[in-house]
């Protein structure tokens, strides 16, 4: 297979392929106008071979050929794996197996071709195959630590992507030293048989080094860093070209009472509200103002380009990765107390009870009269309902606090609706890390969500639903936040798990019923286990300009519209916008957005697991200086080589290892969840609240381990680990 066919096949492969036209496919692979020979050339071979099909309405789609498929392969710490089918191809199984001697050199999210073998047993999820050809590296390069010996020159990759260290050369060029955090290219990828080669390309710094920890996260997944000069110079221009003046093509709101609300550290600021009620008809009139960043950023210019180039911001512990240039994303579209703003509009005028009744959106300007944090709008309710606040509230204006007061009437209202007609509310908890003068982690706790969160995120998602509701009507293409209805099978799974914790089910598909066990659960200690578990069962949202639904949200049509300085989407929702607005018409292209949704769901799939794991590798650190301490924990999970469990305290969780708990032999009991002892009957279930102490952190494999407290034992070997 040639190189070209090879990369028309992993193209094709990919889990958010959808079908396309031969001519937009080939623009999809970069291909210039001299390549077109050869890429149709490519395609009519493929198709001879039966690999792949131009169907209905001349798309391009693939065939899977007799007996083998391609999907995305994922490596188990143990050295076997499991490829996901691409859905296109329509297979009936979830997964195949890939036993550890049929792994070939494919490493975890590489495009593969399987051969499929056997069925396996039939309790298990599909059946067993082999990997023939990797089509598609997810990437070449890595990150790990150097290191010497008995004269050879090894790096020990981060994370479980090896099993082994590889071999590099004499990495002397780049001034490498023991023990430091390195960027490696594979030249030869590892095998079952043999370790592999990679040269050191890049050398970061000592291992422990403040800042290396986030250097070796954005080398890891190929982060973009500093932008090009072109791009910095345009923002410098356009810059010197804004005048905070009132243009006559928009509409002037500045006298509107309108504020931001937003995290204490947050840089920049995207989104203001605005909120007044009807004397007469005691309608709502919500005003939602978006900064208005395609004013400043044209489609097709350089910072326009690099925007859709990057899709989305990355916010990892401190460190941003804007969007934008910070000149743009933290100054001209950053809607700063004050200052003068150009925003796109959504105004929505709603009734007493939360109900919908007009809409209309502007190119408009507004002047923020004052910035909150969640925690001062939080004090300030907390006061005037005669609670006690967390904190001081801020002195603020009679007309300011009313405000808020109707913004926590009005959310109240649109969350009662939401809920009614049947949304889901995923406890989802976010970490926050929390730094000594030095900047060193001294601890981490959950952020706290209350209703000042729930103020915000209320006003953006009826001005979300709003803009979609519209450009929809206008049946115009846009890029829509889909979240598709979870498969029956899974969420029967689901089903089981629920009711081996007590809770009643009768229908399983039934989204009340899934909304009430995650209200039963919510103040429980098996909470994270039983959200985290639905969580696993729906399927992943994503950018799409296919009509869909958003099935957690219950919502029809919704797409996101209010970010725009850090998604790109939002942005491209915005164009559509300013052309109806501007024009009454506007127009877009399925073809383009399909690849342009794809791009951003992947972008966006990469930020979220940069954060994740920089935030796991510093609280580990935190946690290897204390090994020997005691927590209290809940189990979260339950497997037959022991259990996880969630500290109370802290945001960390840890393995218990069954060759660690009292003296007797477990039983994993899969339909309870539970780990049994033969005599003493000691159980360890799901949800149960146990005492652990820390015994040992494995910082290259980001695994942290547990020990009842109070027991001994010797810890299985790492390698053993599953």
Same mark, same amino acid.
């Given at each position: 297979?040639?190189?070209?066919?090879?990369?028309?096949?992993?193209?094709?492969?990919?889990?958010?392929?959808?079908?396309?036209?031969?001519?937009?496919?080939?623009?999809?692979?970069?291909?210039?106008?001299?390549?077109?020979?050869?890429?149709?050339?490519?395609?009519?071979?493929?198709?001879?071979?039966?690999?792949?099909?131009?169907?209905?309405?001349?798309?391009?789609?693939?065939?899977?050929?007799?007996?083998?498929?391609?999907?995305?392969?994922?490596?188990?710490?143990?050295?076997?794996?499991?490829?996901?089918?691409?859905?296109?191809?329509?297979?009936?199984?979830?997964?195949?197996?890939?036993?550890?001697?049929?792994?070939?050199?494919?490493?975890?999210?590489?495009?593969?071709?399987?051969?499929?073998?056997?069925?396996?047993?039939?309790?298990?999820?599909?059946?067993?195959?082999?990997?023939?050809?990797?089509?598609?590296?997810?990437?070449?390069?890595?990150?790990?630590?150097?290191?010497?010996?008995?004269?050879?020159?090894?790096?020990?990759?981060?994370?479980?992507?090896?099993?082994?260290?590889?071999?590099?050369?004499?990495?002397?060029?780049?001034?490498?030293?023991?023990?430091?955090?390195?960027?490696?290219?594979?030249?030869?990828?590892?095998?079952?048989?043999?370790?592999?080669?990679?040269?050191?390309?890049?050398?970061?710094?000592?291992?422990?080094?403040?800042?290396?920890?986030?250097?070796?996260?954005?080398?890891?997944?190929?982060?973009?860093?500093?932008?090009?000069?072109?791009?910095?110079?345009?923002?410098?221009?356009?810059?010197?070209?804004?005048?905070?003046?009132?243009?006559?093509?928009?509409?002037?709101?500045?006298?509107?009472?309108?504020?931001?609300?937003?995290?204490?550290?947050?840089?920049?600021?995207?989104?203001?509200?605005?909120?007044?009620?009807?004397?007469?008809?005691?309608?709502?009139?919500?005003?939602?103002?978006?900064?208005?960043?395609?004013?400043?950023?044209?489609?097709?210019?350089?910072?326009?380009?690099?925007?859709?180039?990057?899709?989305?911001?990355?916010?990892?512990?401190?460190?941003?990765?804007?969007?934008?240039?910070?000149?743009?994303?933290?100054?001209?579209?950053?809607?700063?107390?004050?200052?003068?703003?150009?925003?796109?509009?959504?105004?929505?005028?709603?009734?007493?009870?939360?109900?919908?009744?007009?809409?209309?959106?502007?190119?408009?300007?507004?002047?923020?009269?004052?910035?909150?944090?969640?925690?001062?709008?939080?004090?300030?309710?907390?006061?005037?309902?005669?609670?006690?606040?967390?904190?001081?509230?801020?002195?603020?204006?009679?007309?300011?606090?009313?405000?808020?007061?109707?913004?926590?009437?009005?959310?109240?209202?649109?969350?009662?609706?939401?809920?009614?007609?049947?949304?889901?509310?995923?406890?989802?908890?976010?970490?926050?890390?929390?730094?000594?003068?030095?900047?060193?982690?001294?601890?981490?706790?959950?952020?706290?969500?209350?209703?000042?969160?729930?103020?915000?995120?209320?006003?953006?998602?009826?001005?979300?639903?709003?803009?979609?509701?519209?450009?929809?009507?206008?049946?115009?293409?846009?890029?829509?936040?889909?979240?598709?209805?979870?498969?029956?099978?899974?969420?029967?799974?689901?089903?089981?798990?629920?009711?081996?914790?007590?809770?009643?089910?009768?229908?399983?598909?039934?989204?009340?019923?899934?909304?009430?066990?995650?209200?039963?659960?919510?103040?429980?200690?098996?909470?994270?286990?039983?959200?985290?578990?639905?969580?696993?069962?729906?399927?992943?949202?994503?950018?799409?300009?296919?009509?869909?639904?958003?099935?957690?949200?219950?919502?029809?049509?919704?797409?996101?519209?209010?970010?725009?300085?850090?998604?790109?989407?939002?942005?491209?929702?915005?164009?559509?916008?300013?052309?109806?607005?501007?024009?009454? &018409? #506007?127009? +877009?292209?399925?073809? !383009? $957005? /399909?690849?342009?949704?794809?791009?951003?769901?992947?972008? =966006? @799939? &990469? #930020?979220? +697991?940069?954060?994740? !794991? $920089? /935030?796991?590798?510093?609280?580990?650190?935190?946690?290897? =200086? @204390?090994?020997?301490?005691?927590?209290?924990?809940?189990?979260?999970?339950?497997?037959?080589?022991?259990?996880?469990?969630?500290?109370?305290?802290?945001?960390?969780?840890?393995?218990?290892?069954?060759?660690?708990?009292?003296?007797?032999?477990?039983?994993?009991?899969?339909?309870?969840?539970?780990?049994?002892?033969?005599?003493?009957?000691?159980?360890?279930?799901?949800?149960?609240?146990?005492?652990?102490?820390?015994?040992?952190?494995?910082?290259?494999?980001?695994?942290?381990?547990?020990?009842?407290?109070?027991?001994?034992?010797?810890?299985?070997?790492?390698?053993?680990?599953?």
């Amino acid at each position: 297979m040639s190189d070209l066919q090879s990369r028309i096949i992993s193209a094709l492969a990919h889990p958010n392929y959808h079908a396309v036209k031969p001519k937009v496919l080939a623009r999809k692979l970069g291909l210039a106008a001299p390549e077109h020979d050869a890429f149709k050339h490519a395609l009519k071979e493929l198709i001879r071979l039966g690999r792949i099909e131009i169907g209905k309405g001349n798309l391009v789609r693939q065939v899977g050929a007799h007996g083998t498929l391609t999907g995305i392969f994922r490596k188990a710490t143990a050295g076997f794996g499991f490829v996901r089918p691409n859905p296109e191809e329509g297979h009936k199984f979830t997964e195949v197996f890939i036993p550890e001697d049929a792994i070939r050199d494919a490493a975890t999210g590489d495009v593969v071709l399987v051969r499929v073998r056997q069925s396996r047993q039939r309790h298990e999820r599909g059946p067993k195959g082999e990997i023939v050809q990797v089509l598609e590296r997810a990437t070449s390069q890595f990150v790990g630590t150097y290191f010497t010996r008995d004269g050879l020159f090894y790096v020990r990759i981060d994370g479980t992507v090896f099993s082994h260290s590889v071999l590099v050369g004499d990495p002397s060029a780049k001034g490498a030293k023991p023990n430091d955090k390195v960027v490696v290219e594979m030249v030869r990828f590892p095998t079952a048989e043999e370790r592999g080669e990679a040269v050191v390309t890049e050398v970061l710094g000592a291992h422990g080094k403040p800042g290396v920890d986030t250097l070796s996260v954005i080398r890891a997944l190929g982060l973009p860093d500093a932008f090009p000069e072109d791009v910095l110079e345009e923002a410098r221009q356009v810059a010197a070209r804004f005048k905070d003046a009132i243009p006559d093509d928009r509409e002037d709101l500045t006298d509107w009472l309108t504020i931001t609300i937003d995290p204490i550290d947050a840089r920049d600021f995207d989104d203001a509200i605005c909120l007044m009620v009807d004397p007469k008809s005691k309608h709502w009139l919500l005003g939602v103002h978006i900064a208005d960043v395609g004013h400043f950023a044209p489609l097709g210019s350089a910072l326009d380009q690099e925007a859709r180039k990057r899709g989305t911001s990355v916010y990892l512990p401190q460190h941003v990765i804007p969007m934008f240039p910070e000149i743009i994303s933290n100054g001209l579209a950053s809607l700063q107390q004050g200052k003068v703003r150009y925003v796109k509009s959504a105004i929505i005028d709603l009734t007493p009870t939360g109900q919908k009744a007009d809409v209309r959106f502007a190119n408009a300007v507004i002047k923020t009269r004052r910035r909150f944090t969640y925690e001062e709008v939080s004090a300030i309710i907390a006061a005037e309902e005669g609670r006690t606040p967390d904190m001081t509230p801020p002195e603020i204006d009679a007309d300011v606090r009313a405000m808020l007061l109707k913004l926590r009437d009005l959310a109240m209202i649109l969350h009662k609706r939401r809920v009614k007609r049947g949304s889901l509310e995923l406890m989802m908890p976010e970490i926050a890390l929390e730094y000594d003068s030095n900047g060193k982690v001294s601890g981490a706790h959950f952020r706290k969500h209350d209703i000042s969160h729930t103020i915000v995120e209320e006003c953006m998602l009826a001005a979300n639903e709003a803009v979609a509701e519209h450009l929809d009507h206008k049946n115009l293409f846009f890029l829509r936040r889909v979240h598709p209805a979870p498969e029956p099978t899974k969420l029967h799974k689901f089903a089981e798990f629920a009711r081996i914790l007590g809770y009643k089910i009768k229908s399983e598909t039934d989204r009340f019923t899934l909304q009430r066990i995650l209200q039963q659960s919510a103040n429980k200690p098996e909470m994270h286990a039983v959200h985290y578990a639905l969580l696993r069962s729906l399927k992943q949202a994503t950018y799409s300009p296919v009509k869909d639904d958003h099935y957690a949200l219950a919502s029809e049509n919704y797409c996101h519209f209010t970010s725009p300085i850090r998604r790109y989407p939002d942005l491209q929702v915005h164009r559509l916008l300013d052309h109806l607005v501007r024009r009454g &018409r #506007a127009s +877009s292209k399925l073809d !383009e $957005l /399909v690849a342009l949704g794809d791009h951003c769901s992947k972008t =966006e @799939r &990469r #930020a979220e +697991s940069a954060e994740r !794991e $920089l /935030v796991k590798h510093r609280l580990l650190v935190h946690m290897n =200086e @204390r090994i020997g301490t005691d927590l209290k924990a809940v189990i979260t999970g339950v497997a037959d080589y022991g259990f996880f469990a969630q500290a109370e305290t802290l945001p960390v969780e840890g393995l218990v290892h069954i060759s660690t708990l009292p003296d007797d032999y477990y039983h994993f009991d899969e339909m309870s969840h539970s780990l049994v002892g033969q005599r003493a009957k000691r159980t360890f279930r799901l949800g149960d609240k146990v005492e652990v102490t820390v015994v040992r952190v494995d910082l290259q494999r980001r695994q942290l381990d547990f020990r009842l407290k109070g027991t001994q034992g010797r810890l299985p070997e790492v390698k053993r680990r599953r």
